[in-house]
Structure formats: structure tokens, C-alpha cells
Nanobody, 118 residues
């Protein structure tokens, strides 16, 4: 089983950057697909960036070219580099993992708040 702890959120002006980290404890982190799910007030969580156990990445159109997901298996950590931030990126960002692409994301962190001011 994997436990996830996010960090790196904060308040930033529009156009600024933040780097989120998600540290995983437990075994087999390298075999997990990982994703970042922001949740804005009154909205559902949405997968915006994902990295597979093999290192392939996927992004939703709204963050392509601005966000970069990466992982360091030696540190059991996944990152989300966010550049050119917009006020609409404001949300609680959750890190999540799954053991296989055939399974739902079922390991979740507690979230970290990202606030982008205009």
C-alpha cells in the first residue's frame, strides 16, 4: 500500500510558477501510475496530468505547454511543475496513484492548496 503526501502549494500571482511534490511511502512506488487532480470549489476533481510507471506522460489541453509532470523513483516522489499560472488554476491539488492502468486511482494524498491571484 502507498501513502501520499503533497507539498509545494501556495499563493502566486498570475504568470508565476509553482512546483508541487508528492512523496510516497510504502513499496512498489515505481510500478504505480501517478496523477495530479485539482479540485476547485464546487467542482469535481479532474485529472490534468499523469505519468505511467514506464514514464509516459499525458495532459489535458488546458495545461499542455504550461504544466510538466515527472517522477523520481529513487526518491519515491512525483512532481508537477506549473508555469504561466492562471487564476483558473486555483484549486486544491491532489496526488493519486494506481497499481495498474486497468484500475481506478485509489491512493490519494491530503491535497495542497494552490491560489493564483490576478
Amino acid at each position: 500500500q502507498v501513502q501520499l503526501v503533497e507539498s509545494g502549494g501556495g499563493l502566486v500571482q498570475a504568470g508565476g510558477s509553482l512546483r508541487l511534490s508528492c512523496a510516497a511511502s510504502g513499496h512498489f512506488f515505481s510500478s504505480y501510475d501517478m496523477g495530479w487532480f485539482p479540485q476547485a470549489p464546487g467542482k469535481q476533481r479532474e485529472l490534468v496530468a499523469a505519468v505511467t510507471s514506464g514514464g509516459s506522460t499525458n495532459y489535458v489541453d488546458s495545461v499542455k505547454g504550461r504544466f510538466t509532470i515527472s517522477r523520481d523513483n529513487s526518491k519515491n516522489t512525483v512532481y508537477l511543475q506549473m508555469n504561466s499560472l492562471k487564476p483558473e488554476d486555483t484549486a486544491v491539488y491532489y496526488c493519486a496513484g494506481r497499481r495498474s492502468s486497468m484500475l481506478p486511482y485509489d491512493y490519494w494524498g491530503q491535497g495542497t492548496q494552490v491560489t493564483v491571484s490576478s
